[in-house]
């Protein structure tokens, strides 16, 4: 009986020796989640930032279950809640109560579902990294993966990868964030706080290869030339110092002065060689010159008076709605009717030249008061004063000088992202984003102390609860977000088809990605595009009115006239046309806009009124081919044979050359994207039936005789 009972103690301290080593697969975890979320790209996916929210989603869900499993096995699940999370969690109820004016509640949920994973993945991160070794890891990832992502940046820009077009310079960077904008804010954002590591890291090589990737991180940051970049790094530079003068880190200045030195050598070396400004950046070539102030830079070739529009439209947004906004996420949703309402006002008067659709309001600040209202106000200014708040508790606790400098360079690089939030909008980035909440999760972990932070311990029936709401919730988001990744990627795959002329198969590829999509929005502009290659003119204008709330673009508003007039219903035509000549378009959507009015008011049996408007419309625009023949068919209707021939025969010279044109770059061209292709083709399809059809015009006119 004793061997027996020795035998199972045995056993039972077996197993007991061996434990899972839960809490170091997490930081594992986050170290590899943090490298690779950055560079995460699929060549399928419409937009990188997609993917990276698909990624984001699917990396946190991971890691979060395994927290949740975790704390089962450990039969209790202790969780620190940093006072951070308390203004986080008011954002969320607020971004909740904007599903009152929203024109879109899915866009609203899907938007509120990376502030909640990041909001998660802050949790973790300030619930387990517990050593300063950790912090160095973390860091090290998030660093390695931003000189990757510089790499390939500078690549592009040199020719040696393809970049956006296929050529080389500035406009061709895209790297692994799909725009240059994007990879100089992640860049900067992250600069500061990996300087911890020339101070924390023991390895000399480790440390020589820190300062070099910082270096050639900032380098290509500088490099973008993007001026809201340089302003936010001069605030948090400044912010560094004035925080630095305050707390005197002293000790760990002094112990590292010489890496530091080697740091700034580096760093000074490689502003005089990549700056715009810099003195050496026309020997080696990689910066374009640019004169003028910052400021001046920033508002040069309209790029501030563009934003400004943005922040306006976004005002006239707040204005309707002033207590919950539009709805978070229905920015873009709303943009063109505000647009035109704007530009009806005596300041939009001033802004008179051609701005596209904003998806973002170019100020996160602003987003956040158009979508959310006098709520988000409120939700927002509690964020900004709690920040510095926590940062300074949180320094004052911690006597340990080399600790200080740590979050003084932690809180600096958030400066650096509040900064560029007034010019841009990284809050709706996820690299960006990672970068912010990595930043304030280490700032939070309690490897710099217990300051400003509460503890929750949880157990027995409420551990399992929460275990199994967190499992269930973790796997039903990211079914519903590989769902939506499928979705996309028949997305590209039917606009793909589409441009290879294959409307039948992009029809059905299009409609199977409609049925996985948790919030379809520009797929049913694609489907009507399909639907009416097929001629399905009814099932085409119901998809696009279905873009109303989904995917309210000028290409919308302009499909949907032109197929509302060809099946003779002129309201819808009129009202759309209406808004779109009102918002001030690109001049070519402008003309097909005054075409259309043209064509409803013929289709109204105004004939007079018709000519009229299609006359004017060629002293505007002389090479609209589709002018000319509907004159020359309202003459001939009118039996004015002579001006009918003229208006034909001009239509006819317009489209012949035209046609030349197109066949010669066609011709001529040695490769080609499918894109380019199916847009190239399908012009000389147009212009190919638009002759056939003046052709057959002329034919109809008696012929003409010499005077």
Same mark, same amino acid.
């Given at each position: 009986? !004793?061997k027996?009972?020795?035998?199972?103690?045995?056993?039972?301290?077996?197993?007991?020796?061996?434990?899972?080593?839960?809490?170091?697969? &997490?930081?594992?975890?986050?170290a590899?989640?943090?490298?690779?979320?950055?560079?995460?790209?699929?060549?399928?996916?419409?937009?990188?930032?997609?993917?990276?929210?698909i990624?984001?989603i699917?990396?946190?869900?991971? #890691?979060?279950?395994?927290?949740?499993?975790?704390?089962l096995?450990k039969? *209790?699940?202790? &969780?620190?809640?940093?006072?951070?999370?308390y203004?986080?969690?008011?954002?969320?109820?607020?971004?909740?109560?904007?599903?009152?004016?929203?024109?879109?509640?899915?866009?609203?949920?899907?938007?509120? =579902?990376?502030?909640?994973?990041?909001?998660?993945?802050?949790?973790?991160?300030a619930?387990?990294?517990?050593?300063?070794?950790?912090?160095?890891?973390?860091?090290?990832?998030?660093?390695?993966?931003?000189?990757? +992502?510089?790499?390939?940046?500078?690549?592009?820009?040199l020719?040696?990868?393809?970049?956006?077009? $296929?050529?080389?310079?500035?406009? *061709?960077?895209?790297?692994?964030?799909?725009?240059?904008?994007?990879?100089?804010?992640?860049?900067?954002?992250?600069?500061?706080?990996?300087?911890i590591?020339?101070?924390?890291?023991?390895?000399?090589?480790?440390?020589?290869?820190?300062?070099?990737?910082?270096?050639?991180?900032?380098?290509?940051?500088?490099?973008?030339?993007?001026?809201?970049?340089?302003?936010?790094?001069?605030?948090?530079?400044?912010?560094?110092?004035?925080?630095w003068a #305050?707390?005197?880190?002293? *000790?760990?200045?002094?112990?590292?002065?010489?890496?530091?030195?080697?740091?700034?050598?580096?760093?000074?070396?490689?502003?005089?060689? %990549?700056?715009?400004?810099?003195?050496?950046?026309?020997?080696?070539?990689?910066?374009?010159? !640019?004169?003028?102030?910052?400021?001046?830079?920033?508002?040069?070739?309209?790029?501030?008076?563009?934003r400004?529009?943005?922040?306006?439209?976004?005002?006239?947004?707040?204005?309707?709605?002033?207590?919950?906004?539009?709805?978070?996420?229905?920015?873009?949703?709303?943009?063109v009717?505000?647009?035109?309402?704007?530009?009806?006002t005596?300041?939009g008067?001033?802004?008179?030249?051609?701005?596209?659709?904003?998806?973002? +309001?170019?100020?996160?600040?602003?987003?956040?008061?158009?979508?959310?209202?006098?709520?988000?106000?409120?939700?927002?200014?509690?964020?900004?004063? &709690?920040l510095?708040?926590?940062?300074?508790?949180?320094?004052?606790?911690?006597?340990?000088?080399?600790?200080?400098?740590?979050?003084?360079?932690?809180?600096?690089?958030?400066?650096?992202?509040?900064?560029?939030?007034?010019?841009?909008?990284?809050?709706h980035?996820?690299?960006?984003?990672?970068?912010?909440?990595?930043?304030?999760?280490?700032?939070?972990?309690?490897?710099?102390?217990?300051?400003?932070?509460?503890?929750?311990?949880?157990?027995?029936?409420?551990?399992? $609860?929460?275990?199994?709401?967190?499992?269930l919730?973790?796997?039903?988001?990211?079914?519903?977000?590989?769902?939506?990744?499928?979705?996309?990627?028949?997305?590209?795959?039917?606009?793909?088809?589409?441009?290879?002329?294959q409307?039948?198969?992009?029809?059905?590829?299009?409609?199977? !990605?409609?049925?996985?999509?948790?919030?379809?929005?520009?797929?049913?502009?694609?489907?009507?595009?399909?639907?009416?290659?097929?001629?399905e003119?009814?099932?085409a204008?119901?998809?696009?009115?279905k873009?109303?709330?989904?995917?309210?673009?000028?290409?919308?508003?302009?499909?949907?006239?032109?197929?509302?007039?060809?099946?003779?219903?002129?309201?819808?035509?009129?009202?759309?046309?209406?808004?779109?000549? !009102?918002?001030?378009?690109?001049?070519?959507?402008?003309?097909?806009?005054?075409?259309?009015?043209?064509?409803?008011?013929?289709?109204?049996?105004?004939?007079?009124?018709?000519?009229?408007?299609?006359?004017?419309?060629?002293?505007?625009?002389?090479?609209?081919?589709?002018?000319?023949?509907?004159?020359?068919?309202?003459?001939? $209707?009118?039996?004015?044979?002579?001006?009918?021939?003229?208006?034909?025969?001009?239509?006819?010279?317009?489209i012949?050359?035209?046609?030349?044109?197109?066949?010669?770059?066609?011709?001529?061209?040695?490769?080609?994207?499918?894109?380019?292709?199916?847009?190239l083709?399908?012009? &000389?399809?147009t212009?190919?039936?638009?002759?056939? =059809?003046? %052709?057959?015009g002329?034919?109809?006119?008696?012929?003409?005789?010499?005077?």
């Open positions: 009986m !004793s027996k009972r020795r035998s199972s103690q045995h056993k039972r301290s077996k197993v007991e020796h061996f434990k899972v080593p839960y809490d170091r697969i &997490i930081i594992y975890l986050i590899a989640f943090v490298f690779s979320l950055p560079l995460f790209i699929w060549p399928t996916v419409t937009e990188y930032g997609y993917a990276k929210t990624f984001a699917v990396g946190i869900s991971i #890691i979060l279950i395994l927290w949740a499993v975790s704390s096995v039969r *209790e699940w202790k &969780i620190r809640f940093p006072f951070l999370l203004p986080v969690l008011g954002l969320i109820v607020v971004s909740l109560l904007s599903l009152v004016n929203a024109t879109n509640g899915r866009v609203v949920i899907q938007s509120l =579902a990376l502030v909640v994973f990041f909001f998660l993945f802050y949790l973790i991160v619930n387990f990294v517990k050593r300063k070794e950790d912090v160095n890891l973390i860091l090290y990832a998030l660093l390695v993966s931003a000189f990757l +992502a510089s790499l390939y940046g500078l690549l592009q820009y020719g040696v990868m393809r970049g956006a077009q $296929g050529g080389h310079g500035l406009n *061709e960077v895209i790297s692994t964030m799909g725009n240059r904008n994007y990879l100089g804010g992640f860049l900067a954002y992250m600069l500061l706080p990996a300087v590591l020339v101070v924390r890291l023991r390895s000399r090589i480790l440390r020589s290869v820190a300062i070099g990737l910082i270096s050639f991180s900032f380098g290509t940051a500088l490099l973008l030339q993007q001026t809201g970049i340089i302003v936010g790094l001069i605030a948090g530079a400044s912010a560094l110092v004035v925080a #305050i707390f005197r880190p002293v *000790e760990p200045i002094k112990r590292n002065r010489i890496w530091l030195i080697a740091l700034l050598a580096v760093l000074a070396f490689t502003f005089l060689v %990549e700056a715009p400004a810099g003195p050496l950046n026309s020997v080696v070539g990689l910066s374009a010159s !640019s004169s003028g102030s910052w400021i001046s830079r920033l508002w040069a070739h309209n790029a501030g008076k563009t400004s529009w943005d922040w306006w439209v976004g005002l006239e947004m707040f204005k309707d709605h002033p207590l919950f906004g539009v709805g978070l996420g229905n920015y873009k949703l709303n943009f009717p505000y647009k035109a309402d704007f530009l009806a005596p300041r008067a001033a802004y008179n030249f051609y701005i596209p659709r904003a998806a973002q +309001a170019h100020n996160d600040y602003v987003q956040t008061i158009a979508e959310m209202g006098v709520l988000g106000i409120i939700a927002l200014l509690s964020i900004l004063v &709690i510095p708040l926590f940062f300074w508790i949180r320094l004052r606790g911690n006597t340990d000088e080399s600790d200080r400098l740590d979050l003084i360079l932690l809180g600096s690089g958030v400066v650096v992202f509040l900064v560029h939030a007034l010019f841009s909008f990284p809050a980035l996820p690299a960006s984003s990672l970068v912010l909440v990595l930043s304030l999760g280490l700032a939070s972990a309690p490897a710099y102390g217990e300051r400003m932070v509460r503890k929750v311990t949880l157990s027995k029936w409420v551990l399992k $609860g929460t275990v199994v709401a967190v499992v919730f973790g796997l039903g988001v990211s079914v519903i977000a590989m769902r939506d990744y499928k979705a996309n990627i028949l997305l590209g795959e039917g606009i793909r088809q589409l441009q290879m002329g409307a039948n198969i992009a029809q059905a590829t299009l409609k199977r !990605s409609i049925a996985l999509d948790f919030c379809p929005r520009q797929t049913y502009y694609y489907l009507a595009t399909a639907q009416i290659n097929l001629k003119y009814d099932q204008l119901e998809s696009l009115e873009c109303n709330n989904r995917f309210a673009d000028e290409s919308v508003y302009l499909m949907r006239a032109n197929v509302a007039v060809n099946l003779g219903k002129t309201d819808i035509a009129q009202r759309d046309i209406d808004l779109l000549l !009102s918002s001030h378009p690109q001049s070519t959507v402008e003309a097909q806009g005054q075409y259309l009015n043209a064509m409803i008011s013929f289709r109204k049996k105004d004939y007079t009124k018709a000519t009229a408007q299609l006359e004017e419309l060629i002293k505007k625009h002389p090479t609209f081919e589709r002018a000319y023949m509907s004159l020359g068919d309202l003459y001939r $209707g009118r039996g004015m044979d002579v001006t009918a021939r003229k208006y034909l025969e001009k239509a006819l010279s317009i012949n050359k035209s046609l030349s044109r197109a066949n010669k770059k066609l011709s001529a061209a040695t490769s080609m994207t499918v894109s380019e292709y199916g847009k083709h399908g012009q &000389i399809n212009l190919t039936q638009e002759k056939q =059809a003046v %052709e057959k002329l034919s109809a006119l008696p012929a003409s005789t010499s005077p």
